[in-house]
């Protein structure tokens, strides 16, 4: 339930259940989430607001500044 909640759109990074350790090897249950922001999108015309994560965040800002630059030179 938490993991379709909780996911980037575009690579599926979800949560990662993990363990926290001490000095005494004790091992407590500790959830692992994905650095996730919102971001608006232009599809069909329309402004979509997704969940996608910082890498995926990063890879469409590049793709809309060169679309930007070909635009512009164009």
Do not use: W
């Not at 599926?12 to 004790?26: D, E, M, T």
């Not at 232009?42 to 995926?56: A, G, M």
């Amino acid at each position: 339930m938490e993991k379709d909640k909780y996911g980037c759109v575009i690579c599926g990074k979800g949560i990662q259940h993990a363990h926290l350790v001490s000095f005494s090897k004790r091992k407590i249950n500790h959830i692992r989430r994905p650095n996730l922001h919102t971001h608006h999108l232009v599809i069909d015309s329309q402004r979509v607001k997704i969940k996608v994560c910082t890498t995926c965040k990063r890879s469409l800002r590049v793709d809309e500044r060169a679309a930007q630059s070909a635009s512009t030179n164009a």
